[in-house]
Every structure is written in C-alpha cells, then in structure tokens.
C-alpha cells in the first residue's frame, strides 16, 4: 500500500501565493507519475498539474503561467507553486500518483485532499 499526505492548503486573497506538497510512503519499487487534481462544489475533478518520469509537466489552460509543479525524487515528495491565485482556483486539492510495486504492477492512488480558498 501506498500513503500519500497533503499539506500547505489555507485560506489566501486573490493574488497571493500558496505552495502544496505532498509525500509519498509504503512499499513500492518506483514512482512513474505524480500530479495535481481538484474538485470544486459542484463539479467534476480535474486535472491541474502533472509530472511524470519523463520530467515533462502538463498543466490545465486555467493554471499556465501562474502554478509550477516539481518533484524531489529523493523525498517521493510533489509540489505545487501556486502564484497569482484567483478565486476560481477555490477547490478541494488531490495529490496523485502512480506506482510500480515490487511485482511489477501499477497502481493509482489518491491523497486525502487538502482545500484551497481563495479569497476576492
């Protein structure tokens, strides 16, 4: 099993800045991806931020420009630098990620979630 914990969610104003991180934990040979999603009231879960093995992030259209997303493979850890924040980006934030066990299989999982709100 692997334990993803989230962290650095808050309550900000329009235009300030918040950086979430999330860890992986448990048994598993190797991370292939982590990423970003939210959920706001109402809608779906979407992609915000992702970055896989390759090193070649993806990002939502809403976020270009305004969050970056990085890994430290050392730590099993994903961020994401969240700059000029808007009241649109209010949502419940899930870390993903994907992994290879010691059997060679991939699994999915989710983090707990940690909200976001911001402000106008």
């Known amino acids: 099993q692997v334990q993803l914990v989230e962290s650095g969610g808050g309550l900000v104003q329009a235009g300030e800045s918040l950086r979430l991180t999330c860890v992986a934990s448990g048994r598993f040979a190797s991370i292939n991806f982590m990423g970003w999603y939210r959920q706001a009231p109402g809608n779906q879960r979407e992609l915000v931020a992702e970055?896989?093995?390759?090193?070649?992030?993806k990002y939502a259209d809403s976020v270009k420009g305004r969050f970056t997303i990085s890994r430290d493979n050392a730590k099993n850890t994903v961020y994401l630098q969240m700059n000029k924040l808007k009241p649109e980006d209010t949502a419940v934030y899930y870390c993903k990620t994907a992994v290879t066990d010691l059997y060679f299989r991939t699994s999915n999982y989710w983090g707990q979630g940690t909200q976001v709100t911001v402000s106008s």
């Open positions: 970055l896989p093995n390759t090193g070649i992030a």
